[in-house]
């Protein structure tokens, strides 16, 4: 079972920042440990969006609405995915989640829900104007 366990929600003012992180672990009947990940959040009556995620190559991948803004990154065993978030603005305002799949040696970067296979339960972050 794998789990995916996100960290460091909570409230900002706009124009400030927040960082979460991923981790991504346990056992599927796989040695391989390394994984796919990326961000996705999902605001109140919205759907779920696509938010940043790196390759292989640790190249990101970013949804316009935060290229910019926000820094993804992944750790050289690719278990950990944090995403630095600057300049936040009120639509920043979501529950995000990570979200993970068996990497088998490649990662496109995909920021498609329907890539990953592992969800983590989520973080809130919430930006007040």
């Known amino acids: 079972q794998v789990q995916v366990v996100e960290s460091g929600g909570g409230s900002v003012q706009s124009g400030g920042s927040l960082r979460l992180s991923c981790a991504a672990s346990?056992?599927?009947?796989?040695?391989?440990?390394?994984?796919?990940m990326a961000w996705f959040r999902q605001a109140p009556g919205k759907a779920r969006e696509g938010v940043a995620s790196v390759d292989w190559d640790n190249e990101p991948n970013y949804s316009d609405s935060v290229k910019g803004r926000f820094t993804v990154s992944q750790n050289i065993y690719k278990n950990r995915l944090n995403l630095q978030m600057n300049s936040l603005k009120s639509e920043d305002t979501a529950m995000y989640f990570c979200?993970?799949?068996?990497?088998?040696?490649?990662?496109?970067?995909?920021?498609?829900?329907?890539?990953?296979?592992?969800w983590g339960q989520g973080t809130q972050v919430t930006v007040s104007s």
């Open positions: 979200a993970a799949a068996r990497s088998y040696g490649v990662c496109s970067g995909s920021i498609d829900q329907f890539s990953y296979n592992y």
């Open positions: 346990g056992y599927d009947g796989y040695d391989n440990s390394e994984y796919c």
